[in-house]
């Protein structure tokens, strides 16, 4: 099912080689920070190449609850009139994140330091996902959370009406609760500190300073330890927000895999903490090339070129890259059934509390599609068939999860019997130009 509608199955179907330009929509991760800092200054902050998808825009609605005035221009430009650090105003009613565990985290951060109390909810994935990550670090400023059991949505956070900085070792690899915590260290006085063993996307902190806050990152023996002094007054700014490289995944992968393909996706963020996946499937001999590299709005961009790779071969992914692909891992998997060879996945368990158990949801579809497929708690393993050789043929189930119905959608591009989803509502989260510009470069998506 759909979080918001009735369940949309989805075919794809073999096509012929994938040629064009694919414009994918902008960056999740940097949608949902503009609008969230961009209620966090005085002033108007613009923001363009916004990501239109249902979990930004459920963020969007939320910074108008807490008392941002947030228009989108008809040329699709965003405004952003925000309350100031401090600033938000106690919502009348619940706030709804939808799908999105980045949306409703961050934003718990950023009023848990408000003297005010609102309460979240989401949809079915979200109400299983764990909150606890971000409220316990959060009770160290002296916010109160009451949720369900397990630390889970619906959930009711208490801001502090006197909060204090904190120090915080993030225990998990997730920039969600780094964001967090430094979104709530805005509003403490002093400086709060949050270190990281493992780096993860760095988006809050480079946005942090474009918006002018004193921050400051340090690479020691404890890992990266980042400094934030509280209490600034952010500045309003003017925001190009690049091509998002998660969504970029899905045309690369597809023409890395179907014969004949030669695709060009611009403007992509090539961020260090984001670029996992590309590094990837170059040592798997996929042809990817980087053209016109460049920075733009404080991040490296390039152009990528993606062709049809006919010696693709098996790898071994090192813990140490995860962070920087975590999102990416089912559309690697995909990719790895058309090598030839295992390619391994080793610390990855975050992947089993994503929008879905990514490691279960893609096991199970691949194994009924015709693949092999072995898993551990924080590993799993794909044995690559090579070109021509996937059977294909399941329904495979998205699990409320876009980055899964996504990811089957390419699979069935180039195995022998066409792939299912059960539900494509979720691709709408974060990618809802999917399957028209999957089908401009030659794709055969059905809705069934
Ligand atoms: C995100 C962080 C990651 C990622 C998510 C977006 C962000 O989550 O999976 O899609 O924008 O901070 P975690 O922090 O849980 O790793």
Same mark, same amino acid.
């Given at each position: 099912?759909?979080?918001?509608?009735?369940?949309?199955?989805?075919?794809?179907?073999? %096509?012929?080689?994938?040629?064009?330009?694919?414009?994918?929509?902008?960056?999740?991760?940097?949608?949902?920070?503009?609008?969230?800092?961009?209620? @966090? %200054?005085?002033?108007?902050?613009?923001?363009?190449?916004?990501?239109?998808?249902?979990?930004?825009?459920?963020? #969007?609605?939320? @910074? =108008?609850? $807490?008392?941002?005035?947030?228009? =989108?221009?008809?040329?699709?430009?965003?405004?952003?009139?925000?309350?100031?650090?401090?600033?938000?105003?106690?919502?009348?009613?619940?706030?709804?994140?939808?799908?999105?565990?980045?949306?409703?985290?961050?934003?718990?951060?950023?009023?848990? *330091? %408000?003297?005010?109390?609102?309460? $979240? &909810?989401?949809?079915?994935?979200?109400?299983? !996902?764990?909150?606890?990550?971000?409220?316990?670090?959060?009770?160290?400023?002296?916010?109160?959370?009451?949720?369900?059991?397990?630390?889970?949505?619906?959930?009711?956070?208490?801001? #502090?009406?006197?909060?204090?900085?904190?120090?915080?070792?993030?225990?998990?690899?997730?920039? /969600?609760?780094?964001?967090?915590?430094?979104?709530?260290?805005?509003?403490?006085? +002093?400086? &709060?500190?949050?270190?990281?063993?493992?780096? &993860?996307?760095?988006?809050?902190?480079? @946005?942090?300073?474009?918006?002018?806050?004193?921050?400051?990152?340090?690479?020691?023996?404890?890992? =990266?330890?980042?400094?934030?002094?509280?209490?600034?007054?952010? /500045?309003?700014?003017?925001?190009?927000?690049?091509?998002?490289?998660?969504?970029?995944?899905?045309?690369? %992968?597809?023409?890395?895999?179907?014969?004949?393909?030669?695709?060009?996706?611009?403007?992509?963020?090539?961020?260090?903490?984001?670029?996992?996946?590309?590094?990837?499937?170059?040592?798997?001999?996929?042809?990817?090339?980087?053209?016109?590299?460049?920075?733009?709005?404080?991040?490296?961009?390039?152009?990528?070129?993606?062709?049809?790779?006919?010696?693709?071969?098996? *790898?071994?992914?090192?813990?140490?890259?995860?962070?920087?692909?975590?999102?990416?891992?089912?559309?690697?998997?995909?990719?790895?059934?058309?090598?030839?060879?295992?390619?391994?996945?080793?610390?990855?368990?975050?992947?089993?509390?994503?929008?879905?158990? !990514?490691?279960?949801?893609?096991?199970?579809?691949?194994?009924?599609?015709?693949?092999?497929?072995?898993?551990?708690?924080?590993?799993? @393993?794909?044995?690559?068939?090579?070109?021509?050789?996937?059977?294909?043929? /399941?329904?495979?189930?998205?699990?409320?999860?876009?980055?899964?119905?996504?990811?089957?959608?390419?699979?069935?591009?180039?195995? /022998?019997?066409?792939?299912?989803?059960?539900? +494509?509502?979720?691709?709408?989260?974060?990618?809802?130009?999917?399957?028209?510009?999957?089908?401009?470069?030659?794709?055969?998506?059905?809705?069934?």
């Amino acid at each position: 099912m759909s979080g918001h509608g009735t369940p949309i199955p989805m075919s794809s179907h073999a %096509c012929g080689p994938l040629k064009g330009e694919a414009h994918v929509p902008g960056d999740k991760s940097i949608s949902h920070r503009s609008l969230i800092l961009g209620a @966090m %200054c005085v002033g108007e902050t613009v923001v363009t190449g916004l990501l239109e998808g249902d979990d930004v825009l459920d963020t #969007a609605k939320a @910074m =108008r609850s $807490f008392g941002a005035e947030v228009a =989108r221009d008809e040329d699709g430009t965003w405004r952003v009139r925000g309350v100031g650090v401090g600033g938000f105003a106690e919502p009348d009613h619940v706030i709804d994140c939808g799908n999105s565990g980045t949306g409703v985290r961050l934003i718990m951060g950023a009023m848990a *330091t %408000c003297p005010i109390t609102a309460t $979240f &909810t989401g949809d079915a994935s979200l109400n299983k !996902r764990p909150m606890a990550r971000v409220t316990d670090p959060l009770a160290l400023f002296g916010t109160r959370a009451v949720g369900r059991s397990g630390g889970r949505l619906p959930m009711t956070i208490v801001g #502090a009406v006197d909060p204090v900085p904190v120090r915080y070792v993030v225990p998990v690899p997730s920039a /969600q609760v780094k964001s967090a915590v430094l979104l709530a260290g805005l509003n403490a006085p +002093g400086q &709060t500190v949050v270190i990281e063993q493992e780096a &993860t996307r760095d988006h809050t902190e480079r @946005m942090l300073a474009g918006f002018g806050a004193e921050i400051s990152t340090e690479v020691t023996d404890e890992g =990266r330890v980042i400094t934030l002094t509280g209490q600034p007054e952010l /500045q309003a700014q003017t925001i190009l927000v690049p091509r998002d490289p998660s969504s970029a995944a899905f045309p690369v %992968c597809a023409a890395i895999i179907v014969p004949g393909s030669d695709v060009l996706v611009p403007n992509i963020g090539l961020n260090d903490t984001r670029a996992g996946l590309f590094t990837t499937l170059r040592e798997m001999g996929a042809d990817l090339t980087y053209e016109n590299p460049r920075e733009e709005g404080g991040e490296p961009v390039a152009d990528l070129r993606a062709r049809f790779s006919a010696d693709l071969h098996g *790898t071994e992914v090192p813990p140490e890259r995860a962070a920087s692909m975590i999102d990416e891992y089912p559309a690697l998997s995909v990719v790895a059934a058309f090598a030839k060879g295992d390619t391994v996945m080793r610390g990855v368990k975050e992947l089993r509390v994503k929008e879905s158990d !990514r490691i279960d949801a893609m096991a199970t579809g691949l194994r009924a599609g015709g693949v092999t497929v072995e898993d551990g708690p924080d590993w799993w @393993m794909v044995k690559g068939l090579g070109h021509g050789n996937v059977p294909g043929g /399941q329904v495979a189930q998205s699990h409320l999860d876009h980055r899964i119905a996504m990811s089957f959608m390419v699979m069935g591009m180039a195995t /022998q019997q066409p792939v299912r989803v059960d539900d +494509g509502g979720p691709i709408a989260t974060s990618f809802p130009i999917f399957e028209g510009l999957m089908g401009g470069l030659g794709a055969d998506i059905r809705r069934d």
